[in-house]
């Protein structure tokens, strides 16, 4: 009976593992859209005209996820104008995963959007707010200020900047400075300083998809600027729910990336 208890663990461990890494491989597919569903409707619009970026009415639930593979760079590497070191640390980042997203810290522009839960945009325009809050992850929230304030002289580095934003038709621009350097750029590991200046434009182009468009001004990183950006799909009916990040270290694959199969894990704290 031991030995059949032992085997059953086993096959039960073998099977959660092999779940983790078919949904791990299934987050990096692109997301194709039901074509079962009727064509998508015009994108809902606020009391002035603009387009908004949550739902048409205040009782409406929904969130945005991408619709491409999560783990796609936000622009092709050869693309890029990287500096050497730049370069260097971003291939290092390709055989050593080591993302602070993992560990359930906060990560700033693209990043934000690139996980498979996706994320909800509430906007208060008494409050001159537009917040950005994350499902999965850290689970906190970004704040875009639309109050006409400029940015601060003596900002205090951080995952999310600070970030103001202003609605040009029915595109939302947000720019944002005052960035740590402990994040990611994107989920493909592209670098950055706390030089770092990026403009991300979110234009609601139907009832279920926002363009979403980052220009990346980093001079202590790139010898020039660059764009990239993807698609959102807004999941009806999906409110936030609890996360818990890393809860007993399940995703512990996603911690270690390449070098997954190496990594002495005699210890109970994950390096």
Sequence with gaps: MRNSG???????????????????????????????????????????????????????????APLFGITQP??????????PW??????????????????????????QFQTPYGVEFVELPEQGRVYIFDIGGPHTFRTIYTDGRSHPNDLELSYYGHSIGRWEGDTFIVDST?????????????????AMHTVERFKRTDSETIAYEITVHDPGAYTGDFTGGFNLQRDPGVELFEYVCQQANYAIELMVGGERSSVDRSSPIVP
């Design 6 to 64: 032992r085997k059953l663990a086993l096959l039960l461990i073998a099977a959660a593992l092999a779940a983790m890494m078919l949904a791990d491989f299934a987050s990096a597919q692109p997301r194709p859209r039901d074509p079962k569903l009727p064509p998508p409707g015009p994108a809902p619009r606020a009391a002035d005209g603009h387009a908004v970026l949550g739902g048409a009415t205040k009782e409406e639930k929904g969130v945005f």
């Design 74 to 83: 936000i622009s092709p590497a050869d693309k890029v104008p990287f500096q």
């Design 86 to 111: 730049a370069k260097a640390l971003f291939e290092m980042r390709q055989k050593s995963e080591l993302e602070p997203h993992t560990r359930c810290k906060a990560s700033g522009t693209a990043r």
């Design 178 to 194: 005052g960035f740590n350097e402990s994040f990611w750029l994107d989920r493909r590991g592209l670098p950055h300083t706390s």
